[in-house]
């Protein structure tokens, strides 16, 4: 993840079972960063959940 401009998470994850190949998704979600690094850290934190939902619905759309 980088805090400073442009601020994202970048996560990857590998999808796989006993019944197939599986697949790799990665997101890069970005978010806001502030000026100071109490705000950059609290914007780094608060971006994680929705950043994480957007890399498992991914997953689950992957044909």
């Given at each position: 993840?980088?805090?400073?401009?442009?601020?994202?998470?970048?996560?990857?994850?590998?999808?796989?079972?006993?019944?197939?190949?599986?697949?790799?998704?990665?997101?890069?979600?970005?978010?806001?960063?502030?000026w100071?690094?109490?705000?950059?850290?609290?914007?780094?934190?608060?971006?994680?959940?929705?950043?994480?939902?957007?890399?498992?619905?991914?997953?689950?759309?992957n044909?």
């Amino acid at each position: 993840m980088s805090s400073v401009s442009p601020a994202y998470w970048q996560i990857t994850m590998a999808a796989k079972s006993t019944a197939d190949k599986g697949y790799k998704v990665s997101v890069k979600y970005p978010f806001d960063t502030s000026w100071t690094a109490a705000g950059a850290c609290k914007n780094v934190a608060d971006a994680f959940g929705t950043a994480v939902q957007e890399l498992l619905k991914q997953v689950m759309t992957n044909p």
